[in-house]
């Protein structure tokens, strides 16, 4: 986006020719736009039109607040699922595991509000806050990330006990300490009103490249590798049941957010030399990447619920 590389000599045409050119993820942060005509310099000897920011900023308020109420009630359904029958969960659906993914799902749904405000109404809460909503948002994704990797291989989780509990103190601190860079590289910039963006910084910076690389290990890497060891070793395909393939609807719905984020590295660095048609149409991949990703919050716990009546 414009806003993320602000200062940065490794500019995509897109941001050289336009404001209106960012990813889901920064209109989710509440992240700048300007809804001017949406034309730009020639390609081809064509002109570029992207549209993408206007449109996005008219529909994620909405589609940010209809998927926190669907998840507050999934969230809520599966609490009480969880309290009323505490027995009705085995391994790898144990009931400790699935308290931790609806507290990391409730924690990322509860972010929704706030930023769907910023997006309609610009972002008046300051740098600080908007570098804790990015901190708190990825924190909760690393941490449901590790703990369905955790569930998927491990049989930890079958009892609440010491060890369990030193595996969710090691996995919430760790997922904290992987989310921490994004909260280096965001920040605030003043467009036409102020805005929250995920990355303030150069695309070769340090605290984004390590942010990057974070992402791309948990949305593309870690499931690729639970996949092939899963494969691999027949107690892992033994204990493939219900609640795993349940469970694993996270890294499916984020998978395709990760490859876009790979593939816009590329784009930003100038490792891919991007035509008209990219410029035109990438962001809306991108964005309805994230769009999907963060449909987790709510088909998660259906999921879940689904998986344990069968």
């Given at each position: 986006?414009?806003?993320?590389?602000?200062?940065?000599?490794?500019?995509?045409?897109?941001?050289?020719?336009?404001?209106?050119?960012?990813?889901?993820?920064?209109?989710?942060?509440?992240?700048?736009?300007?809804?001017?005509?949406?034309?730009?310099?020639?390609?081809?000897?064509?002109?570029?039109?992207?549209?993408?920011?206007?449109?996005?900023?008219?529909?994620?308020?909405?589609?940010?607040?209809?998927?926190?109420?669907?998840?507050?009630?999934?969230?809520?359904?599966?609490?009480?699922?969880?309290?009323?029958?505490?027995?009705?969960?085995?391994?790898?659906?144990?009931?400790?595991?699935?308290?931790?993914?609806?507290?990391?799902?409730?924690?990322?749904?509860?972010?929704?509000?706030?930023?769907?405000?910023?997006?309609?109404?610009?972002?008046?809460?300051?740098?600080?806050?908007?570098?804790?909503?990015?901190?708190?948002?990825?924190?909760?994704?690393?941490?449901?990330?590790?703990?369905?990797?955790?569930?998927?291989?491990?049989?930890?989780?079958?009892?609440?006990?010491?060890?369990?509990?030193?595996?969710?103190?090691?996995?919430?601190?760790?997922?904290?300490?992987?989310?921490t860079p994004v909260a280096l590289a965001s920040g605030t910039v003043a467009a036409p009103v102020t805005s929250c963006i995920r990355r303030s910084v150069a695309?070769?910076?340090?605290?984004?490249?390590?942010?990057?690389?974070?992402?791309?290990?948990?949305?593309?890497?870690?499931?690729?590798?639970?996949?092939?060891?899963?494969?691999?070793?027949?107690?892992?395909?033994?204990?493939?049941?219900?609640?795993?393939?349940?469970?694993?609807?996270?890294?499916?719905?984020?998978?395709?957010?990760?490859?876009?984020?790979?593939?816009?590295?590329?784009?930003?660095?100038?490792?891919?030399?991007?035509?008209?048609?990219?410029?035109?149409?990438?962001?809306?991949?991108?964005?309805?990447?994230?769009?999907?990703?963060?449909?987790?919050?709510?088909?998660?716990?259906?999921?879940?619920?689904?998986?344990?009546?069968?």
């Amino acid at each position: 986006s414009l806003s993320d590389a602000r200062g940065s000599p490794w500019q995509s045409p897109s941001i050289l020719e336009s404001k209106n050119s960012l990813d889901l993820m920064d209109i989710l942060g509440n992240l700048s736009y300007d809804d001017s005509n949406g034309t730009f310099l020639d390609y081809d000897a064509a002109p570029c039109h992207n549209e993408y920011c206007p449109l996005f900023q008219r529909v994620a308020p909405t589609f940010l607040a209809v998927t926190c109420a669907a998840a507050t009630l999934g969230t809520g359904a599966l609490l009480v699922a969880l309290a009323k029958r505490p027995h009705a969960w085995g391994w790898p659906q144990s009931r400790a595991l699935v308290a931790q993914l609806a507290v990391g799902m409730g924690l990322f749904a509860a972010l929704l509000p706030p930023v769907a405000a910023g997006i309609g109404q610009g972002w008046r809460l300051g740098t600080g806050l908007c570098s804790l909503t990015h901190l708190l948002w990825h924190w909760s994704l690393f941490a449901q990330g590790l703990l369905v990797a955790s569930g998927s291989c491990s049989t930890a989780w079958c009892r609440w006990d010491p060890q369990s509990r030193r595996l969710a103190v090691a996995v919430w601190a760790g997922a904290l300490l992987l989310a921490t860079p994004v909260a280096l590289a965001s920040g605030t910039v003043a467009a036409p009103v102020t805005s929250c963006i995920r990355r303030s910084v150069a695309i070769l910076s340090p605290a984004y490249l390590l942010h990057l690389a974070f992402c791309l290990c948990l949305f593309l890497l870690l499931p690729a590798g639970l996949l092939v060891a899963t494969l691999a070793v027949p107690r892992l395909r033994a204990g493939w049941q219900p609640g795993v393939g349940a469970s694993w609807l996270f890294f499916g719905l984020w998978l395709p957010y990760g490859v876009g984020l790979a593939v816009d590295f590329l784009l930003q660095a100038r490792l891919l030399q991007p035509s008209c048609g990219t410029f035109e149409h990438f962001d809306y991949v991108l964005g309805l990447g994230e769009g999907l990703g963060v449909l987790h919050c709510c088909l998660g716990p259906v999921a879940l619920l689904a998986a344990r009546l069968r």
